[in-house]
């Protein structure tokens, strides 16, 4: 008889400040990719326009307008993103605004973080004392790689849980958090996760490639980006 433990992972994150950068500065450790003008360093998906000094798309989908780009509802979903590709592990910070019920996005390196007017479409229910209504709130999303992620019948392990597989005679039991479970799949796999904080609250884990670009999407209502910026991480 032999044990397969699979460990937890704890990650510790920190508050998100809730000091404001003025658009264009760079924080300590971060450059800005927005440098609150103009579209400049940002490409329209399937677009061949340069936007370099640009202040909006063709379609005027995005704008820019007092020191932030403006996502505006259209025809459509629409995505702007960053012409720079990131493969390096990474911090992303930025801050947002939502008008009432707004739907809106953040890619990293393709797959979407939905942001959202989240409090007024009864969603997110930990943010309800945290989300300030029609104001600035922050996002803080930090890119890592190497970061184990163990599934026990399609469901994730948290770092809180205890999960012990044992084999004997061929046969597998197992125990979650001292329970006896039916394990019918077991997956642990490397990955890259981004890790997402809305004013200091953690949304999600998301699974991201090994490199891509940040994006900006334009659906359902007015939606204002600002302080974007990026550090790389060693």
């Known amino acids: 008889m032999r044990n397969l433990w699979l460990p937890s992972l ?78 390096k592990d990474f911090q992303l910070k930025m801050e947002f605004r939502a008008s009432l019920k707004s739907d809106s996005g953040v890619y990293v390196r393709g797959p979407q973080l939905q942001v959202r007017d989240y409090v007024r479409r009864n969603e997110r229910p930990q943010l309800k004392s945290k989300f300030k209504d029609d104001d600035w709130n922050s996002l803080d999303i ?60 953690f949304l999600e884990d998301m699974v991201v490639p090994v490199a891509g670009g940040i994006g900006l999407q334009a659906e359902t209502g007015k939606f204002e980006f600002r302080n974007i910026r990026v550090k790389e991480l060693p």
Do not use: H
């Open 142 to 201: 930090t890119v890592k790689a190497g970061v184990i992620v163990s599934k026990v019948n399609g469901k994730d392990l948290a770092a809180s849980d205890a999960f012990e597989l044992s084999i004997k005679n061929g046969q597998p039991t197992a125990k979650l958090n001292g329970k006896d479970v039916d394990v019918k799949d077991i997956s642990v796999k490397n990955s890259i996760i981004a890790k997402c904080y809305c004013n200091g609250i």
């Open 10 to 87: 704890v990650v510790m994150a920190g508050l998100v400040s809730a000091t404001r950068v003025p658009a264009g500065d760079t924080e300590p450790g971060f450059t800005s990719l927005f440098n609150g003008k103009d579209l400049t360093g940002w490409v329209y998906k399937g677009s061949k326009d340069d936007l370099t000094g640009k202040t909006e798309t063709a379609d005027k989908r995005f704008t820019v307008e007092n020191g932030a780009i403006v996502a505006q509802e259209g025809k459509g979903i629409k995505d702007l993103y960053t012409v720079k590709s990131f493969s």
